[in-house]
């Protein structure tokens, strides 16, 4: 009625049933687990067929419009503990399956050592998506345009992925093989995302949006140099978050990139843009290579006009 959606509410008992689980509805099941071990027997249980709740940020922005979809078994992660908290290691930092983008704003470490992760984490949404968003429902997601992501990889992070056949570790650059297609098997949680400490002298995340906040990307850009050598992440340009491959290589070789439209042409191997409600490929394709160019510049003396003059 006068464009109003259905009210789709059910009515919401609670009964306790296995595992402590919760009820809610006919169709819908949430089941509350409060160990990764207990989350890991549930979801082995449910034979693929359950869906874990994060911060929910992603979840439920589908959740009115597709109701019958949203029937079926639902883990919701956040009385698992375990899973929370950020720790400094000797060697990484180590996120937590439900660490959030603002427990990272507000670690002042975080600022110091990884100034990118911060960067990043303060483009996403705005503060209240901020507090619920969590880095892992970021990776899981899988969108292309995905902000925590691209500094994440940036800095060659590793997930550890758990289930009941135990542990499995992958680089996030090695995770994604499409769009929204990911090494990730229905029965596997994201329990921990791993970030090398290795210290980089440049890092930065550039995003181009409509606004400053609220806006998702319609290119995003991460960079970094360490002794690995640079990393260049791009959003928004392919069908999953990507290293520019291409770009990092010239950039270790030195090539000399006299002009932006030198970026524009070693990315043509990197990313593979399209139209859509956001921007359009052209756009995104040369905005990726100036916003590049511009960064570069004044960090390399083989980018820039007179650095290709002979
Ligand atoms: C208004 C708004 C603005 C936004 N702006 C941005 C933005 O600027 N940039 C951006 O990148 N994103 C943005 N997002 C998207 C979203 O906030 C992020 O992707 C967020 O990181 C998702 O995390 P979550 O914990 O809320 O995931 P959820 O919604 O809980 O889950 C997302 C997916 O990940 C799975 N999942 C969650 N946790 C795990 C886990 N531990 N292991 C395995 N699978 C898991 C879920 O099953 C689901 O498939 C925005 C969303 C909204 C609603």
New binding site residues.
Partial sequence: MHGLRRDYRRPCGCDRGRFGAQERGRGVKVLTPSTVQEAAAMLSEAGGQA???????????HWPERMLDADGVFID?SGVGA?RAHRWEDEALVLG??TT?WDIIQDERADREMPVLVQAAR????VQ?QT???????I??A?P?????AALMVRDAVVELTSCDGIETIRLDEFYLGYKQMR?RRD????SIRVPRQSCSVERFIKVGTRQA????KIGVAIAQSQAGWRIVANSVAPAVCRCRTVERALDDRVPLPHVDALVELLGSDVSPIDDIRSTAAYRRGVLARVLYHELAPLCEWVGPQRGAS
Avoid: E, K, M, Y
């Avoid at 483009?123 to 705005?126: F, I, L, N, S």
């Avoid at 345009?145 to 992501?149: K, L, Q």
């Fill in positions: 869906t874990l709740l994060g911060g929910t940020t992603d979840l439920f922005v992660l899973l399956g439900l983008f483009t996403v949404g705005a998506i619920r968003g969590t880095w892992a429902g970021n899981a997601n969108s345009a995905a902000d925590g992501v990730l596997q949680i994201i329990t609220q806006a998702i990307s």
